[in-house]
């Protein structure tokens, strides 16, 4: 599958932006989709993931009450609704899809088992 992401650009400390992801399959062939996100000199790191069947989501401790991740079956598309962006927000970030499910989003170094990756997308929020 081909994703699609877009959404990101430069947004002031304490706004929002909406990121989306788009491709073929990308809700009926993997259960698990979302977010990762790497900053410059830092690992990739999981952000958000919603499962593709019920719903459900997970999020980084970093993001918790500030990002909701959403997701449209019929439109084969994820959304990261991001508020409160702060400096340390700033990172390419990239839409996943795993057949898995969430588990590459929650154990370190859980990029490495990602099936499906989006170009990334760069979101910058300056002070």
């Known amino acids: 599958v081909q994703l699609q992401a877009s959404g990101g650009g430069l947004v002031q400390t304490g706004g929002s932006l909406r990121l989306s992801c788009v491709g073929s399959?990308?809700?009926?062939?993997?259960?698990?989709i979302g977010w990762f996100r790497q900053a410059p000199g830092k690992e990739r790191e999981g952000v958000a993931c919603i499962s593709s069947s019920d719903g459900v989501t997970y999020y980084a401790e970093s993001v918790k009450g500030r990002f909701t991740i959403s997701r449209d079956n019929a439109k084969n598309t994820v959304y990261l609704q991001m508020h409160s962006l702060k400096s340390e927000d700033t990172a390419v970030y990239y839409c996943?899809?795993?057949?898995?499910?969430?588990?590459?989003?929650?154990?370190?170094?859980?990029?490495?088992?990602?099936?499906?990756w989006g170009q990334g997308t760069l979101v910058t929020v300056s002070s």
């Open positions: 996943a899809a795993d057949k898995a499910g969430h588990a590459a989003w929650l154990v370190p170094d859980g990029h490495r088992y990602i099936e499906a």
């Open positions: 399959g990308l809700t009926s062939d993997y259960s698990g």
